[in-house]
């Protein structure tokens, strides 16, 4: 008989800026829009305040030069020949998304590796790291690479993002998501100047993900927060209703 193919969903939580109610409602979020099995893992420093159907596993070390920080690159990680012996498909997601349709054409959508297009730089290769899938084990390379390359790479990249876009790129392996599955709060859906100061902010039509990135998170959105000056937003009740465990 042979093993059904596993869905794994991953997620990275370090440090103190995330508290363990972000992976908790992220579990709640995928539960609600993935429909048959699959394992929530959470790649993590601290486990502490984490339900039980996640499965809390310890982040692999980069093996950086004592001294480098590994925060910006730790994502890089994911790629290990073998990640904790998992085996199967993994769809990353970022801690702080929010998931407000469906996630099954996540696991079915075409592509060797799938990653969104950046919202800024439409003209440029580089994906947005928030929500990414590939086949675990399938691209030791990127992080071997990595570990043997990583002066000359910190120097020509800004961040992992960039350098696994550009290393998959070459490779031809690159794909993104359908323009509408993954928006940004920031970009899309706030409404434009002056009506963000009485229209309320937004779910884009066609999202399943929305991505937080840069001066608001989901608790800022929905208390009506931005951290920059002059960029006034109604509050985001829609956040509320999905959000939640």
């Known amino acids: 008989m042979s093993v059904p193919h596993q869905r794994h969903v991953i997620c990275m939580k370090w440090g103190t800026k995330y508290g363990p109610e972000y ?13 048959g099995d699959f394992n929530l893992v959470c790649l993590t420093d601290d486990a502490k ?39 199967g498909t993994a769809l990353f997601l970022d801690v702080d998304v929010v998931v407000v349709g469906s996630l ?20 440029r290769i580089t994906g947005n790291s928030s929500v990414y899938r590939f086949e675990l084990g399938a691209h030791p390379d990127v992080l071997e690479y990595f570990r043997g390359h990583f002066e000359e790479i910190r120097r020509q990249f800004r961040n992992e993002q960039a350098y696994l876009s550009d290393f998959l790129h070459k490779q031809g392996k690159l794909q993104y998501w359908p323009s509408d599955w ?18 309320a902010p937004f779910v884009p039509p066609g999202a399943r993900i929305v991505i937080f990135h840069g001066e608001c998170n989901p608790p800022d959105a929905l208390a009506g927060r931005r951290n920059r000056r002059f960029r006034h937003i109604q509050p985001a009740t829609w956040v509320a209703e999905h959000w939640r465990e």
């Not at 992976?23 to 429909?35: C, D, G, K, P, Q």
């Not at 692999?60 to 920080?69: E, F, N, R, S, Y």
Request: hydrophobic share 35%; charged share 20%.
């Open 104 to 123: 099954d054409g996540f696991f079915t959508q075409p592509g060797e590796f799938l990653i969104i297009h950046d919202y800024k730089r439409p003209w």
């Open 23 to 35: 992976v908790n409602r992220l579990y709640a979020m995928v539960r609600r829009h993935l429909t």
């Open 182 to 199: 993954c928006p940004s709060f920031k970009y899309h859906g706030i409404p434009r100047w002056p009506t963000n100061y009485w229209k």
């Open 49 to 87: 305040g984490i339900r039980p159907e996640v499965q809390c596993l310890p982040i692999p070390p980069l093996d950086l030069p004592a001294g480098i920080p590994e925060r910006g690159w730790n994502k890089l990680a994911t790629f290990a020949a073998d990640l904790h012996g998992l085996k």
